[in-house]
């Protein structure tokens, strides 16, 4: 498997417009999740999902951030509009674990490191 | 609210020398920990998982132990090599097994 799949790896925005960052997880895998690095706050984790319903958005820092799953093969993350405070690097990983909780090992993706000047 | 914390924040070792990563998190309720490591431009790799009813996983050169208890994690690398040069987090994952708090993690340099 190619494993976690993130596009695109680099952007550059200007404030106010619209960004969109995708991620393939692994083929099987039922949990997906999105997270953001920053040096101030590390790792956090934005949203997650279990087969393609999202369980806990709770991470999600405004209302100007979305995520989507519309089939277990592909998400989305979208900023609109986009502030420079939202520079970061956004990370996708996927787990495969029956059940209600996501207890396995999780998958990073190579991530996307987001410019908003 | 869990708290996990990582230090040192950078550590500079000679290739060869036995080196120990902590790790400490408030609260003890969780469901088990894990170690990741980060290099430079990439997503994290996991390393080791251990889970609260053990006390240690081993990989290799790697060693990592839990104790509950104390709210502690060590993350053991013996004989350091160039290689092992990354970006080490720890994470705890909630008893409910819903949310992975990472710490901010140990930057890892090791010269030859």
């Known amino acids: 498997d190619a494993g976690v799949i993130q596009s695109p790896r680099h952007e550059v925005t200007e404030m106010g417009q619209e960004v969109t960052l995708r991620c393939k997880p692994i083929?099987?895998?039922?949990?997906l999740f999105w997270y953001r690095q920053t040096m101030m706050r590390g790792l956090e984790l934005l949203i997650y999902f279990n087969n393609n319903v999202p369980i806990d958005d709770s991470g999600m820092p405004e209302d100007r951030f979305s995520a989507k799953m519309p089939n277990a093969s592909f998400s989305t993350l979208k900023i609109q509009p986009s502030e420079p405070r939202d520079s970061a690097v956004y990370f996708c990983a996927s787990s495969l674990r029956g059940g209600q909780r996501h207890t396995d090992t999780q998958y990073f993706g190579p991530g996307t490191r987001l410019t908003v000047l | 609210k869990q708290e996990v914390t990582q230090i040192p924040a950078a550590l500079s070792v000679p290739e060869g020398e036995n080196l120990v990563l902590n790790c400490s998190f408030t609260d003890s309720a969780i469901y088990n920990l894990q170690w990741f490591r980060q290099d430079p431009g990439k997503g994290l790799t996991s390393l080791l998982l251990?889970?609260?009813?053990?006390r240690e996983q081993t990989s290799g050169r790697l060693n990592a132990s839990l104790d509950k208890s104390s709210g502690r994690s060590t993350l053991y690398i013996a004989a350091s090599q160039p290689g092992d040069s990354a970006t080490y987090l720890c994470?705890?994952?909630?008893?409910?097994?819903?949310?992975?708090?990472f710490g901010k993690g140990t930057t890892l340099s090791v010269s030859s």
């Open positions: 251990i889970q609260s009813s053990q």
């Open positions: 994470a705890s994952l909630n008893q409910a097994g819903t949310a992975l708090i």
């Open positions: 083929s099987g895998h039922d949990y």
